[in-house]
């Protein structure tokens, strides 16, 4: 099911009603009301993934049980090996398989049939977080839930099919101190207002772009595009992705809000960045936290010098652009991200970090550097094949077609004005909601939502309310535009 369809919005109003009814007459099993959503929600196109869900929990489960508890540390590390590898098999299996054989068909010619296996939707994420899991077990830091709790943990559908990757950390804690279960009006408010922006940006601002870039990128397949098409489908991607996929997070975010559930943060002006260390403190905040927790820093992290630190770094970009697709332009587009921040990083170490604010010009000229070099990357993760890819990436460097301004790229031009002044102008929605403390803590930006909560936002008055009917109307009427979440596919 997907947030921006008409049959989510009967979901909720059902579950609305149902969990106000359960909560009052039966409040205990409120939780479960919550879980058996949950898998509705995700067993409502394709019910046989349900099995597949329903494995995947019962296995970790039962393993964090052998992984709990004072043992023989060579035990445990068998267990935990034991556990990492059944959950990168099981999403190996379903993501990557035609990928393994179409490699095998190219260096061997042994002419292996494809399998073409449907991905179940959300695999990546309930798989990543379940590996969480498992490592924050081992290494005793959770005691392990109950069947019901972990449940809700994993399968907890504001979250469960696109993120944010939420560690145990994030939501068990909020779980286990929750007493009370009952809607909160405030909550509910809050939650339907970030919502409806949410759906607003995927509806409205990521939707109506995405059709002018598939349009170049689906022309790329076959023809070099001119330099100027080119540049504007790799700025109407940008916008495009970033709008989507941030509405979702905004949406998840508001969901869980509205049940009284804070999420990290995943977004926060990514395109303010002034260099690529900081974009990827700003875009897929849990993704990135999940990757330097979980695998940059097992790679030895910063304390093996600068070397060692870089291949680290390199390792898990090239791997975190694998996670996002079965395909070898996501490779490249996490290689190209790892040679940015090794560039960044090299750069720092030559010059020296500066603590001093940058003069406005030197900082926007490192925004700019910083969103071109992003752009060029995005091609990579957008195209269909190596081949689009590297087609659309001359062509930006003036080894396309002959040069022309096509009425596509004149339509992407008459966005591209107002998403510039939204990510580079505008407040985020972070900053909008931030004196009401919807999202969990983030130390990284804690001075800059403490000025938010002091300036312009939200506030719970009529003519907020009114914007946010505007935006929940206008959100819902856009639907018959209707384009999947780009992330749904990872």
């Not at 009814?21 to 919550?34: D, E, Q, S, Y």
């Not at 990579?380 to 003036?398: K, Q, T």
């Not at 909601?433 to 936002?457: S, T, W």
Request: with cysteine.
């Amino acid at each position: 099911m997907v947030f921006s369809s008409h049959a989510f919005l009967v979901f909720m109003l059902v579950l609305l009603a149902v969990y106000a009814g359960v909560t009052r007459w039966a409040p205990r099993h409120a939780k479960l009301t919550l879980v058996l959503a949950s898998l509705l929600f995700y067993g409502w196109t394709i019910p046989a993934y349900l099995v597949l869900l329903g494995l995947s929990l019962a296995f970790n489960y039962v393993l964090s049980a052998g992984l709990a508890g004072p043992q023989p540390e060579g035990r445990r590390r068998l267990l935990l090996t034991l556990g990492v590898g059944a959950n990168l098999a099981f999403i190996g299996y379903y993501k990557y398989l035609d990928l393994f054989i179409g490699g095998l068909n190219g260096a061997f010619d042994v002419g292996l049939p494809l399998q073409h296996i449907v991905l179940p939707i959300g695999i990546s994420f309930f798989t990543f977080q379940q590996i969480g899991y498992l490592v924050d077990v081992a290494e005793g830091h959770v005691e392990r839930p109950s069947v019901l709790d972990y449940t809700l943990f994993i399968t907890f559908f504001p979250q469960l099919i696109a993120g944010p990757i939420v560690q145990q950390s994030h939501f068990l804690p909020q779980v286990h101190a929750k007493v009370d279960w009952r809607l909160r009006a405030q909550d509910v408010g809050l939650g339907l207002a970030l919502f409806s922006m949410g759906l607003f940006k995927k509806t409205v601002l990521a939707d109506n772009i995405g059709r002018y870039t598939d349009a170049i990128f689906t022309t790329a397949q076959t023809t070099p595009p001119g330099t100027l098409d080119a540049w504007m489908a790799a700025i109407g991607y940008s916008f495009q992705i970033y709008f989507d996929f941030s509405g979702y997070s905004d949406m998840a975010a508001g969901l869980a809000f509205l049940w009284g559930f804070r999420m990290p943060l995943n977004f926060f002006s990514p395109y303010k960045a002034h260099n690529i260390i900081e974009f990827w403190r700003r875009w897929h905040i849990s993704l990135s936290t999940f990757l330097r927790d979980y695998l940059y820093i097992r790679l030895g992290g910063n304390r093996h010098g600068f070397s060692r630190t870089m291949l680290a770094l390199m390792v898990t970009m090239l791997l975190g652009g694998l996670w996002h697709g079965a395909g070898v332009q996501f490779i490249v587009w996490g290689g190209l991200h790892g040679l940015f921040l090794v560039l960044n990083h090299s750069w720092r170490r030559w010059v020296g970090h500066l603590d001093a604010p940058l003069s406005w010009w030197r900082h926007a000229a490192g925004v700019l550097l910083t969103y071109a070099a992003v752009c060029v990357a995005w091609v990579y993760f957008r195209a269909g094949s190596l081949d689009e890819a590297n087609r659309m990436v001359a062509a930006m460097f003036g080894l396309g077609a002959p040069e022309s301004f096509t009425p596509t790229s004149r339509g992407i031009v008459t966005f591209v004005g107002l998403y510039f002044l939204i990510a580079w102008a505008l407040p985020n929605t972070v900053q909008l909601f931030a004196r009401h403390h919807i999202y969990l803590p983030n130390k990284a930006f804690a001075p800059a939502m403490a000025q938010a909560a002091e300036g312009f936002g939200y506030r719970l008055t009529r003519g907020w309310a009114a914007v946010t009917a505007l935006t929940l109307t206008v959100g819902w009427f856009a639907i018959s535009n209707l384009s999947p979440f780009l992330y749904f596919q990872f």
